[in-house]
T-cell receptor, first 111, second 114 residues
């Protein structure tokens, strides 16, 4: 089993809708979780991080963490065309800021 | 100016050539990393360094070597490049007083091995 899994294929959402992305991880001892956004040909940039079970909101973005079920999700509310990008889930699986990344999910927001 | 700078940004080379990708940072972070990104495979860790005297292999270190010349500089070498090393390479840093575990990425170095 890969350490960090993002299994969904490309996600197309209409402008203004909610985009939902999911990520599962293998190491039950992982403590910190990150969502990065990456535009085509560009470097990943952090959207938000989450450490505790529950929800964390930042503007139109909400991260949800469930350590018992070993998943972390990202909701994008009121999706905008500028949200069209690949979203990478990253988990501090190895400790000491060594992140393992999922393969990413492409989101396309349709005007 | 970018806080994490990679050179070159693009490089085309031939099989068997030695290639060095350089990374410098002005963030004052002690931890530096090299990742490669391939379509469909995500980001994979090649090497990482927690200070000048600390170098560690990541999950895909074969065929690569690194040098931490100073706290701010971390270079990646391909001693004899091969076509399956064609990829987008990212340098990243982390650390600082407000260490959240976040990685800060350079702009990437696209390497093509013919």
């Amino acid at each position: 089993q890969k350490e960090v899994e993002q299994n969904s294929g490309p996600l197309s959402v209409p402008e203004g809708a909610i985009a939902s992305l999911n990520c599962t991880y293998s190491d039950r001892g992982s403590q910190s979780f990150f969502w990065y956004r990456q535009y085509s040909g560009k470097s990943p940039e952090l959207i938000m991080f989450i450490y505790s079970n529950g929800d964390k909101e930042d503007g139109r973005f909400t991260a949800q963490l469930n350590k018992a079920s070993q998943y972390v999700s990202l909701l994008i509310r009121d999706s905008q065309p500028s949200d069209s990008a690949t979203y990478l889930c990253a988990v501090n699986i190895y400790g000491n800021n060594r992140l393992a990344f999922g393969k990413g999910n492409q989101v396309v927001v349709i005007p | 100016d970018a806080d994490v700078t990679q050179t070159p940004r693009n490089r085309i080379t031939k099989t068997g050539k030695r290639i060095m990708l350089e990374c410098s940072q002005t963030k004052g972070h002690d931890r530096m990393y090299w990742y490669r990104q391939d379509p469909g495979l995500g980001l994979r860790l090649i090497y990482y360094s927690f200070d000048v005297k600390d170098i560690n292999k990541g999950e895909i270190s074969d065929g690569y070597s690194v040098s931490r010349q100073a706290q701010a500089k971390f270079s990646l070498s391909l001693e004899s490049a091969i076509p399956n090393q064609t990829a987008l390479y990212f340098c990243a840093t982390s650390g600082g007083h407000l260490n959240t575990g976040e990685l800060f990425f350079g702009e990437g170095s696209r390497l093509t091995v013919l």
